[in-house]
């Protein structure tokens, strides 16, 4: 397992101060989406297929600093559409460190070589790149419908590597992957030096058109318990091994979607990354107006029935971490075994 242990400590103090406080609801990552538009056109994307006005606008950097100051969260997810198509990019990663938040910029990857010759970005231990890979080439190409993005991917991977950049990846996985290829795609981002991966079972937008590949919650166990059994050692994850413990049907965790609050043009999204059911002014007013008993799996909300995405489990896996012993400790074998 991978995060740095600077990284675990500052989420680690930040989740216990909460509960010291007697928070039950809290934020930990807050994803900033600042612009929707992106220079590829993935099938499953539900970011894309907003009208031109709204896919030419972007956030402003102090709309978004404002988002971030308003939330506390101790991380800080870019994602979009392509953040680097976002023409302020660097002066909010900047921000973001002077924060001393923890920024992981998702990305495709086909802008970053660029990014870097034009030095819009300094090696930080505060800032990662995390370059959506959702497999081997043919794999990563078919779901990205386009070929050579695995390839040019690779590339930037390795010059930000050589810049001295913390660089992760992240993949989605759809029905139908082969566990075998997946366990090599690991092989094959742990051989080219990738600090940590994060995967996260495909859901069912509710504006995505490609409605045929969303898992069903068991068949998704089985195809992370495939993945997972038996991890080869020196694979590593920058996330919850025990949330990757659920991925398997380990462990049971019901959605947390304010661990993760979603920030965009439109205002505080509700009630999570993937689901649209309108929009708070104030990050407050998502907190305290959101119907959150609505959400999650006991509730009975189809929507949410098969969901098992990382943005509304992960969060709920660390708070488990930090709840009880029992967690803690099922934490540490897991991390320091690499056992699952
Ligand atoms: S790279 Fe991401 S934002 Fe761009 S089209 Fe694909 S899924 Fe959507
Ligand atoms: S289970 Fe949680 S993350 Fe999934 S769709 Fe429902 S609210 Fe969103």
Same mark, same amino acid.
């Given at each position: ?27 930990? &990552? ?45 991380? &800080? ?46 090696? +930080?231990?505060?800032? =990662?790149? =995390? ?48 566990? +075998? ?12 030096? &990738? ?8 859901? =069912? ?10 898992? +069903? ?64 002014? =104030? ?39 930090? +709840? ?7 934490? &540490? ?8």
């Amino acid at each position: 397992m991978s995060v740095p242990l600077s990284q675990m400590w500052t989420v680690g103090s930040y989740v216990l101060r909460q509960k010291l406080a007697g928070r039950t609801r809290y934020p930990l &990552v807050l994803m900033l989406e600042p612009l929707f538009r992106c220079n590829l056109a993935c099938a499953g994307c539900g970011k894309i297929q907003y009208p031109a006005h709204i896919l030419r606008r972007h956030l402003t950097v102090d709309e978004c600093l404002r988002a971030v100051d308003e939330c506390g969260a101790p991380m &800080v997810s870019i994602p979009g559409g392509e953040p680097l198509m976002y023409p302020e990019i660097g002066t909010l990663v900047r921000e973001l460190i002077r924060r001393k938040k923890y920024v992981y910029l998702c990305t495709n990857a086909l802008l970053l070589e660029q990014r870097l010759r034009e030095g819009v970005f300094e090696p +930080a231990r505060y800032f =990662s790149f =995390s370059v959506h890979l959702d497999g081997l080439g043919p794999e990563h190409d078919d779901a990205v419908c386009r070929e050579g993005v695995y390839e040019t991917a690779l590339a930037a991977i390795r010059a930000a590597l050589q810049r001295g950049f913390r660089v992760t990846t992240n993949t989605t996985l759809f029905d139908g992957a082969d566990p +075998a290829r997946v366990r090599q795609f690991f092989d094959a981002m742990m051989d080219l030096g &990738v600090e940590g991966m994060m995967i996260s079972p495909g859901y =069912s937008y509710t504006k995505a058109p490609d409605q045929e590949h969303f898992l +069903a919650r068991q068949r998704a166990h089985a195809l992370f318990s495939a993945i997972l059994e038996r991890p080869r050692r020196g694979w590593r994850f920058n996330q919850s091994p025990l949330f990757l413990k659920f991925l398997m049907g380990k462990l049971d965790f019901e959605c947390t979607p304010w661990g993760n609050p979603t920030y965009n043009l439109f205002g505080w999204q509700r009630p999570c990354y993937l689901l649209q059911e309108g929009y708070a002014a =104030s990050f407050r007013e998502l907190m305290e107006t959101t119907q959150w008993e609505q959400y999650g799996r006991r509730s009975g909300n189809p929507k949410c029935r098969d969901c098992m995405v990382h943005c509304g489990h992960e969060p709920t896996a660390v708070d488990y971490t930090f +709840a009880s012993w029992r967690g803690f400790r099922q934490a &540490v074998v897991a991390t320091v075994t690499g056992r699952l």
